[in-house]
């Protein structure tokens, strides 16, 4: 059973374009959300995260937006730039509870930015 | 260069014969963690290791095992591969009060036949 759901596994946006990609959640018990971000033959690097107290959070060109009653979270980027190609994934922890540092990925999405 | 090392990078083995895919981190942290990468699965954790002798099973720690003997190393060992094991596999590290925020290595391809 999949907790953690990114519907969408590929999007393509022109640069200078926003990008939004989706997440979904299906655990309340969830109280913190990442997101990451993988390219070719390397490992996923930390992106940006939230905690389930908040309803959004901003880091320069990204932000993530959290609706605890839909269960549901967006990654913006905005402007896409061509070397945020890359895999994203979506990420949920209990971090509140005992289970701390365990981490439920989504599938990822591949976004591809066009110059 | 703080960071997190696996190797092989890559595998090529045989039923049956048991492997070991090292890593290591240099960050001291106290927090390490397997995954294994599948398509249409995303990441899922295998084990994880809260510090030096503490380990403890993931969602799929079926077939693997770990150690935690120092603090910088966590080796993944598969004593019997089989060909459902072929995956992609990242070993991550993470700080203290900030189990969440995961450092990952640059992963292990595996091919078992």
């Known amino acids: 059973d999949q907790q953690v759901k990114q519907n969408s596994p590929s999007l393509s946006v022109q640069e200078g374009r926003i990008s939004i990609l989706n997440c979904d959640y299906t655990?309340?018990?969830?109280?913190?959300f990442l997101w990451y971000k993988k390219y070719p033959a390397e490992g996923p690097t930390f992106l940006i995260s939230?905690?389930?107290?908040?309803d959004k959070n901003e880091d320069g060109r990204f932000t993530v937006f959290l609706n605890k009653s839909a269960k549901h979270l967006s990654l913006h980027i905005v402007p896409s730039q061509p070397g945020d190609s890359a895999v994203y994934f979506c990420?949920?922890?209990?971090?509140?509870?005992?289970?701390?540092?365990?981490?439920?990925f989504g599938q990822g999405t591949i976004l591809t930015v066009h110059p | 260069e703080a960071q997190v090392t696996q190797n092989p990078r890559y595998l090529i083995t045989v039923t049956g014969k048991k492997l070991t895919v090292t890593c290591s981190q240099n960050?001291?942290?106290?927090?390490m963690s397997w995954y294994r990468q599948d398509p249409g699965l995303g990441l899922r954790q295998i084990y994880y290791?809260?510090?030096?002798?503490?380990?403890d099973k993931g969602d799929v720690p079926e077939g693997y095992k770990v150690s935690r003997k120092e603090k910088r190393n966590f080796p993944l060992i598969l004593e019997s591969p089989s060909p459902n094991q072929t995956s992609l596999y990242f070993c991550?590290?993470?700080?203290?009060?900030?189990?969440?925020?995961?450092?990952f290595g640059p992963g292990t391809r595996l091919l078992v036949l």
């Open positions: 290791s809260m510090n030096v002798e503490v380990t």
């Open positions: 655990n309340s018990m969830f109280d913190y």
């Open positions: 990420a949920a922890s209990n971090a509140g509870g005992t289970s701390y540092g365990k981490l439920t």
């Open positions: 939230i905690s389930s107290i908040k």
């Open positions: 960050m001291n942290h106290e927090y």
């Open positions: 991550a590290s993470s700080p203290p009060a900030s189990e969440e925020t995961q450092y």
